[in-house]
């Protein structure tokens, strides 16, 4: 058995930390009993809006279309290379079907790393939408990994740092129009597995209630509350109000006092993106969310689709097998990320195979490969971030 690291510090020391953990103990404590509290007061507003479904015998080819790129990138040869997957993984009852894409994006070394990787980001979810719109010719709905606009906000923050070039505008609108395409389409709705929504906390807020709930993401508070089988709609508690407004009041409380404005300030900042590309607000304003707890031993599964595929949306998650029990998730998302999962060190690797090529090249062609030898290794080392 290891040695506990407690253990390992002076008597004294030991003491101060027990002293600390006993304090820190006791606010947890008293926290998470008014949490509960609260908890108990909102379980009410959630459940009579709770909306509960059964299995349907119907069948859907699904699509799940996901996208992996690496997590950082590698910096040879003059040129940061990343690396990136794209993949569908269509389902019709136990009959699977895969398609896969890859790419590579580079960017000389000499531009900016905030730059690279905001653009990496970009034209990785740009293949992914490009990926998903052609799904919709071979299924009946497909899933898109994300929220729809998410990118949006990735894009606004390289406008800040002030890269605007034709290039930077190109591929974000390339990507907003593929998204809306998408969103129009009727037929693809978007997962969002690691949702940070807060919407709930913020509709309080709203109301005038001082809430803890605010600093609390929907799908905590909603396990506690959903049963199996459950879809709780957004719609019900803030109408056609999009739910990102609500997520940015818990925010701008988790920041200190609520301005006296609070509510046309978190539109402001929602919308802000689109006014600041002139893209139409329209699409986004038709979405939806609803939060689906299909197991009860897993959170709710957050889905965002266009407000005309309502019912289409019940029909999706009714059919048997659509979520995994393991995750209560979409199966055909599970398998499509399980696939298309890119390793940290795989864009080394990318860059490994481009740099072999490449001496074989010179190789057969008798050119100087000391020459390329210095390029690699001492005018551009092999740093990375």
């Known amino acids: 058995m290891s040695e506990i690291e407690w253990i390992k510090l002076p008597h004294d020391l030991q003491h101060k930390f027990f002293e600390i953990a006993e304090k820190e103990t006791s606010k947890v404590a008293e926290i998470l009993d008014e949490l509960v509290k609260e908890l108990s007061a909102v379980k009410e507003i959630v459940q009579k809006n709770l909306r509960i479904y059964g299995t349907s015998g119907e069948r859907y080819r699904i699509a799940a279309v996901d996208g ?23 389902l019709y009852g136990k009959e699977r079907h895969d398609e896969f894409g890859a790419g590579f994006f580079k960017r000389k070394q000499a531009l900016s790393q905030d730059e690279s990787i905001y653009m990496f980001d970009l034209n990785s979810a740009l293949e992914e939408r490009r990926f998903a719109k052609k799904a919709l010719s071979n299924a009946d709905f497909v899933v898109l990994d994300g929220a729809f606009y998410g990118f949006l906000y990735t894009a606004i923050k390289m406008m800040k740092e002030g890269y605007t070039s034709d290039n930077h505008l190109r591929v974000i609108e390339d990507t907003y129009s593929t998204t809306s395409e998408l969103v129009e389409s009727g037929r693809v709705v978007g997962v969002i597995k690691r949702s940070r929504t807060r919407a709930i906390g913020g509709y309080l807020l709203s109301k005038g209630k001082k809430t803890q709930l605010s600093s609390v993401i929907d799908k905590l508070i909603l396990a506690s509350v959903m049963p199996t089988r459950s879809v709780f709609e957004y719609e019900s508690i803030v109408g056609k109000e999009p739910v990102p407004v609500y997520s940015y009041i818990a925010n701008l409380a988790s920041k200190g006092k609520l301005p006296d404005n609070f509510i046309d300030e978190a539109r402001l900042k929602t919308y802000r993106p689109f006014e600041e590309f002139g893209f139409s607000k329209e699409p986004f304003s038709s979405l939806r969310r609803m939060q689906v707890r299909n197991y009860e031993s897993m959170p709710p599964c957050e889905i965002e689709f266009p407000e005309k595929m ?12 659509f979520f995994n029990e393991a995750t209560n998730l979409p199966m055909a998302l599970d398998l499509v990320d399980s696939a298309v999962n890119l390793s940290a060190k795989f864009a080394d690797e990318f860059t490994d195979e481009v740099q072999s090529r490449l001496m074989d090249i010179l190789d057969k062609t008798k050119k100087d490969k000391e020459i390329a030898r210095i390029f690699f290794e001492l005018i551009n080392p092999q740093k990375e971030f």
């Open 68 to 90: 992996s790129r690496s997590p950082r990138l590698s910096q040879r040869l003059g040129i940061r290379y990343g690396v990136f997957a794209v993949g569908a993984t269509y």
């Open 310 to 321: 309502k019912e289409d949306v019940f029909k999706l998650i009714s059919q048997d097998g």
